[in-house]
């Protein structure tokens, strides 16, 4: 049996960086909501600071956060069902780096355009309408 380097517990390979940003992307979406929760809230105790709080979440960096929390999600929730598969299927475990491939693949095919279509309103307001 290969000695581990000192001082490490990566184990390589797609299962590991998919549990890493499993992870991650849920601690990310959980502040999302908790965020979401208290400002939505915010409307019951004083209006006028609500409209101030949604005012600021029209702008271009918002806008690519935006993206990321999408991106976050898509992928959280494609890993998930890999995980899923990997539990529940027989075949699962035999498969699961081929899945890690096809989420990723999947994830790409759909932020792509999604991505294009989330920005080009801000996109157009920062740099003028192409038309």
């Known amino acids: 049996m290969a000695a581990m380097p000192a001082g490490t517990i990566y184990r390589g390979g797609e299962g590991m960086w998919t549990w890493v940003l499993h992870r991650i ?6 502040f999302f909501l908790l965020v979401h929760v208290l400002d939505t809230a915010l409307v019951r105790v004083s209006p006028a600071e609500y409209d101030t709080v949604i005012a600021t979440y029209k702008t271009p960096i918002i806008n690519l956060m935006e993206v990321g929390l999408v991106g976050a999600v898509l992928f959280h929730a494609l890993n998930g069902l890999r995980i899923i598969l990997v539990d529940f299927w027989a075949k699962g475990p035999r498969y699961q780096r081929q899945m890690t491939w096809a989420i ?28």
């Not at 992307?25 to 959980?30: D, E, K, L, N």
């Open 25 to 30: 992307t849920g601690v990310g979406v959980f």
């Open 104 to 131: 990723g693949a999947v994830w790409v095919v759909l932020m792509v355009p999604g991505t294009f279509f989330m920005l080009k309103h801000t996109v157009e307001a920062m740099f003028g309408s192409a038309s």
